[in-house]
């Protein structure tokens, strides 16, 4: 009965220790998944941000076009 034990335990045993490698691997993995979802995520935000700049510049832009038209067609109303 000793003997059966031994051989249980040490199938126990590798069987953890098989478990437990693939865990530690499976939380690198997870751990570099992280890591780069963060990276896209970051590349996200900027070029949402960039897209906001140039949506701005555009609408400054328009606004300034509308401006400078008004001011025409009043000089050229006034003369």
Not at 19 to 44: C, P, S
Not at 56 to 73: H, K, M, S, T
């Amino acid at each position: 009965m000793p003997r059966i034990r031994r051989r249980v335990n040490h199938r126990l045993m590798e069987a953890l220790e098989a478990a437990t490698a693939a865990a530690e691997r499976g939380t690198n993995e997870l751990r570099q998944a992280a890591k780069a979802m963060d990276a896209v995520q970051e590349q996200t935000r900027l070029h949402n941000d960039l897209a906001d700049a140039i949506n701005l510049a555009w609408v400054n832009a328009a606004d300034a076009g509308f401006e400078l038209r008004a001011r025409l067609a009043a000089q050229n109303g006034d003369k």
